[in-house]
């Protein structure tokens, strides 16, 4: 079992910028790829981004240049810095995790509210 906190979300301005947290605890050792999802209201929830523990990395075109993940495996955490953050990015955003034995695991979600 591997269980996720997020932290840092809230509301910013447009163009503001916003940094999520996401630590794994349990049994982290098994986990390869982290990243997050996110989902807007009355929408699918949908891939931002992801890494992989060798740090491979995979953006959806929305936030590709705006948005950069990163980990720090020794502290199983992994980051998303959010920047020139704009309306469309409202929504709660979840960690994930896949294991080598391909079981995924989700946190509980943070909300981001971008707006003036």
């Known amino acids: 079992q591997v269980q996720l906190v997020e932290s840092g979300g809230g509301p910013v301005q447009p163009g503001g910028s916003l940094r999520l947290s996401c630590v794994a605890s349990g049994s982290s050792f098994s986990i390869n790829a982290m990243g997050w999802y996110r989902q807007a209201p009355g929408k699918q929830r949908e891939l931002v981004a992801t890494i992989t523990r060798d740090g491979g990395t995979n953006y959806a075109a929305s936030v590709k240049g705006r948005f950069t993940i990163s980990r720090d495996n020794a502290k199983n955490t992994v980051y998303l810095q959010m920047n020139s953050l704009k309306p469309e990015d409202t929504a709660v955003y979840h960690c994930?995790?896949?294991?080598?034995?391909?079981?995924?695991?989700w946190g509980q979600g943070t909300q981001v509210t971008v707006s003036s």
């Open positions: 994930y995790t896949r294991t080598y034995t391909r079981v995924d695991y």
